[in-house]
């Protein structure tokens, strides 16, 4: 008998992990200076928890993943509130009140390691004029809000770019259809990010010639940032899907998560020239086989495509009696040069 429990007890020792991960503690700050979203609205007859802030202690509860305390006051992110948590998460919009030494400390943290950052929803329409040591906000999320002609409830169709293996990016399927509000953004930069999840407009009645990523992550020193543009809608909050990809964006910025960051320019701009050639209407099948030889060319010239499509933008004619000669000229001429690009 004794024996037998000896077997079992040395079986259950294999059969479990050595040592659970600590829980990671998060402060969670959903302060409104810009647009306020249903999210992150507190009860008109009170001033009680709003919906982000109960679920993200239902998440970390549930998860047994991370605790997490809440705030509206960006003041109250000081260098010392910095030694009594792992990972600040945003949900955030307008010009904070982060002093700039605080922004700076912020910074600090994050490179030496000490600390991750998750950004959701509306992390990217938000900022402040900042000249201190480091990086803007701005530069430092990676983008800044540039309208969303994908509106709250619009289908869309989100596509995973990177390895089938990113560990921040397996509660979602590979390509699935959702419905959602989507920004585009202005100061974006693809080389030092690592999209995980764009728009793929093969399916979507709404679509545009230049690529909108959705999920990205990035590696700042010994520091990680994942930022989602998922998380406008009570309804994504409520997403089981969702709410482990938090709970896996919340380890993983804690680096109890494998994975890197590395930026992978060249894979985005495939998908940019993909929604160029998707917009123009061209058959899926026409497209997979253009691409397929577009993923052969040089990648300087790959780089510089994509760029250009991006560029396509700010010529967008907003309105109906917008002029559209400036963004047709542009759109046709770079179209036709991907097209001759990619001929067999």
Same mark, same amino acid.
């Given at each position: 008998?004794?024996?037998?429990?000896?077997?079992?007890?040395?079986?259950?020792?294999?059969?479990?992990?050595?040592?659970?991960?600590?829980?990671?503690?998060?402060?969670?700050?959903?302060?409104?200076?810009?647009?306020?979203?249903?999210?992150?609205?507190?009860?008109?007859?009170?001033?009680?928890?709003?919906?982000?802030?109960?679920?993200?202690?239902?998440?970390?509860?549930?998860?047994?993943?991370?605790?997490?305390?809440?705030?509206?006051?960006?003041?109250?992110?000081?260098?010392?509130?910095?030694?009594?948590?792992?990972?600040?998460?945003?949900?955030?919009?307008?010009?904070?009140?982060?002093?700039?030494?605080?922004?700076?400390?912020?910074?600090?943290?994050?490179?030496?390691?000490?600390?991750?950052?998750?950004?959701?929803?509306?992390?990217?329409?938000?900022?402040?004029?900042?000249?201190?040591?480091?990086?803007?906000?701005?530069?430092?999320?990676?983008?800044?809000?540039?309208?969303?002609?994908?509106?709250?409830?619009?289908?869309?169709?989100?596509?995973?770019?990177?390895?089938?293996?990113?560990?921040?990016?397996?509660?979602?399927?590979?390509?699935?259809?959702?419905?959602?509000?989507?920004?585009?953004?202005?100061?974006?930069?693809?080389?030092?990010?690592?999209?995980?999840?764009?728009?793929?407009?093969?399916?979507?009645?709404?679509?545009?010639?230049?690529?909108?990523?959705?999920?990205?992550?990035?590696?700042?020193?010994?520091?990680?940032?994942?930022?989602?543009?998922?998380?406008?809608?009570?309804?994504?909050?409520?997403?089981?899907?969702?709410?482990?990809?938090?709970?896996?964006?919340?380890?993983?910025?804690?680096?109890?998560?494998?994975?890197?960051?590395?930026?992978?320019?060249?894979?985005?701009?495939?998908?940019?020239?993909?929604?160029?050639?998707?917009?123009?209407?061209?058959?899926?099948?026409?497209?997979?086989? *253009? &691409?397929?030889?577009?993923? @052969?060319? =040089?990648?300087?010239?790959?780089?510089?495509? #994509? !760029?250009?499509? +991006?560029? %396509? *933008? &700010?010529?967008?004619?907003? @309105?109906? =009696?917008?002029?559209?000669?400036?963004?047709? #000229? !542009?759109?046709? +001429?770079? %179209?036709?040069?991907?097209?001759?690009?990619?001929?067999?």
């Amino acid at each position: 008998m004794t024996r037998l429990f000896v077997l079992v007890a040395t079986l259950l020792a294999f059969a479990l992990p050595a040592t659970a991960s600590p829980k990671v503690r998060v402060l969670y700050l959903d302060q409104s200076v810009g647009f306020v979203h249903a999210p992150v609205t507190p009860p008109k007859a009170s001033n009680g928890p709003t919906l982000s802030e109960i679920a993200m202690a239902e998440i970390g509860a549930r998860s047994g993943a991370f605790s997490v305390r809440s705030t509206r006051d960006a003041s109250m992110i000081t260098p010392e509130t910095l030694k009594d948590i792992d990972v600040l998460v945003f949900y955030t919009t307008g010009a904070l009140p982060i002093a700039p030494a605080t922004w700076a400390a912020v910074q600090d943290w994050i490179k030496s390691g000490k600390g991750g950052f998750v950004g959701l929803h509306s992390a990217t329409d938000t900022g402040w004029t900042y000249d201190g040591p480091g990086e803007t906000y701005t530069a430092f999320i990676n983008g800044k809000f540039a309208g969303h002609p994908w509106t709250q409830g619009t289908p869309i169709t989100i596509r995973a770019l990177g390895d089938a293996r990113e560990p921040v990016n397996q509660a979602w399927p590979r390509r699935f259809a959702y419905a959602e509000e989507i920004y585009q953004y202005a100061d974006y930069d693809p080389a030092r990010v690592r999209v995980l999840q764009a728009l793929d407009f093969g399916d979507m009645a709404l679509k545009r010639p230049w690529f909108v990523p959705v999920t990205w992550t990035r590696q700042i020193g010994k520091g990680r940032l994942f930022y989602t543009n998922l998380g406008h809608t009570p309804a994504t909050w409520s997403d089981a899907r969702y709410r482990q990809q938090i709970v896996d964006a919340v380890r993983w910025t804690a680096g109890q998560l494998p994975g890197g960051a590395k930026p992978n320019p060249d894979e985005q701009a495939l998908w940019a020239l993909r929604s160029l050639l998707t917009y123009g209407g061209r058959p899926s099948a026409e497209i997979e086989r *253009r &691409a397929a030889r577009l993923a @052969k060319a =040089d990648p300087a010239w790959l780089r510089d495509a #994509a !760029a250009r499509t +991006a560029a %396509l *933008r &700010a010529l967008w004619p907003i @309105k109906p =009696d917008s002029d559209r000669a400036p963004f047709d #000229a !542009a759109y046709s +001429a770079l %179209l036709a040069e991907v097209l001759a690009k990619s001929e067999g």
